[in-house]
């Protein structure tokens, strides 16, 4: 799909940049057989105003061709001819050329035949034009061979340079679709590892849900009472899908837009507070040391609920990944911006996983998440819940100095 697409971005760019190129060749192709056809009608024009002057008569050469006029220099390979009210031709002149008199004679019957004052003998190669001088007629005729060289000429070279330009236009369309596809293919390659990451997810809990069920199935005679341990076992299992499926539609009603930003006013020091509250239990049994140092009226504009989130995704990740017997530590200041910065004692995390901490479903220790219950999208649910409140998270963890989670907020 991924390639496919990528042909598509390069034809189309393509498409679009020769058709502008075409377009401007067309132009400047015609413009440029235009300005053939203007030199010729101008050498048609001097030529007739030159023969109004010459005197000498009709073939006074007498030797089968035209006079020539060699004061009148014409690029443009021309002759003249100057007709009486009868048809006769009593005057020709060459410029630049040696015709016979039958080419001369022939020429200008098909002239007069057509009947204009200006026009073109396909069949001779010759542009003509008609000035009537008095009782005669002056008509003067250029050869087209210049303007058929010229024009084939331009055409070659328009044809040679837009094939060149194609081929360069290629180059840049795949060079281009490349660059634009891989925003797409990583988007497309996540979105794959989220959808084999969350079926992995809730296959374990679906799995244990079939064998309860199906351990109860083969005990009917069994009362509930008796069994009570495997129906538990069917609602822990129901409630951790259920927290999980919440946070995929948490997740993806972020990617898909539908989430209007919050505009109220979240008091962040009393959120933190409660929040510090409920975990000392926790701290205790895990025999944690739970520190905090809040600055007083401290508020931000937000949603209270998601910022409670927040801070418990937060204070759980670093009970679960603190040293037994270490130390956890809150800090809240304020200032130009609200930083809250939660912080544990223990082993590092490497350096080569900090950045993909956030994405969703990661784990740095895999298998010390799966046995204390974690599903990897909980950093994921924070760092969204902090864009959607146009604020910052990060991490720093170094050894001997433990891991430290930043977040900061815009003040209200």
């Avoid at 340079?161 to 390659?189: I, N, Q, T």
């Avoid at 809250?340 to 590092?348: A, F, Q």
């Avoid at 046995?371 to 910052?392: N, T, W």
Wanted: aromatic share 6%.
């Amino acid at each position: 799909m991924l390639r496919r697409l990528r042909w598509k971005f390069t034809l189309i760019l393509m498409l679009l940049l020769c058709g502008v190129l075409a377009a401007v060749l067309a132009v400047q192709t015609v413009s440029t057989v235009r300005q053939y056809r203007a030199g010729t009608d101008q050498a048609l024009r001097t030529i007739l105003q030159r023969t109004q002057a010459a005197l000498d008569p009709w073939g006074s050469a007498g030797n089968g061709s035209l006079d020539r006029d060699d004061e009148l220099y014409t690029a443009i390979p021309a002759f003249c001819a100057v007709v009486d009210g009868d048809g006769q031709i009593v005057l020709a002149l060459a410029y630049n050329a040696v015709v016979d008199k039958n080419t001369v004679v022939r020429a200008v019957d098909e002239a007069l035949a057509a009947g204009g004052p200006a026009g073109r003998l396909s069949g001779q190669g010759l542009r003509y034009q008609i000035q009537r001088s008095g009782r005669y007629l002056h008509i003067a005729f250029a050869d087209l061979s210049w303007e058929r060289t010229g024009a084939g000429r331009q055409i070659l070279t328009a044809l040679l340079l837009f094939a060149a330009a194609a081929a360069g236009f290629f180059a840049v369309s795949w060079f281009l679709s490349r660059w634009l596809v891989r925003p797409v293919e990583r988007s497309w390659k996540q979105q794959q590892q989220f959808v084999a990451d969350a079926s992995h997810e809730l296959k374990t809990p679906l799995t244990v849900l079939l064998a309860d069920a199906d351990i109860l199935l083969a005990r009917q005679e069994e009362t509930v009472g008796s069994q009570r341990k495997w129906v538990e076992h069917i609602q822990a299992e129901g409630l951790r899908m259920k927290a999980l499926v919440q946070d995929l539609l948490f997740l993806a009603r972020g990617d898909a837009g539908g989430r209007e930003r919050p505009r109220g006013r979240a008091d962040l020091s009393a959120l933190c507070e409660s929040c510090l509250l409920s975990f000392e239990p926790v701290a205790f049994e895990a025999g944690l040391t739970l520190n905090s140092s809040l600055a007083p009226g401290v508020s931000v504009t937000g949603d209270g609920d998601e910022l409670r989130r927040l801070a418990v995704i937060l204070l759980d990740n670093a009970c679960k990944y603190c040293e037994p017997g270490g130390t956890v530590t809150v800090t809240l200041s304020g200032g130009e911006r609200a930083a809250l910065t939660v912080h544990n004692t223990g082993e590092p995390i490497p350096a080569e996983a900090q950045p993909h901490l956030f994405e969703r479903f990661y784990r740095a220790d895999a298998a010390r998440s799966r046995e204390q219950g974690g599903s990897g999208l909980g950093l994921s649910i924070a760092a969204a819940i902090v864009e959607r409140h146009r604020g910052k998270i990060a991490v720093r963890s170094e050894a001997g100095e433990g891991t430290a989670f930043t977040v900061t907020l815009p003040l209200a």
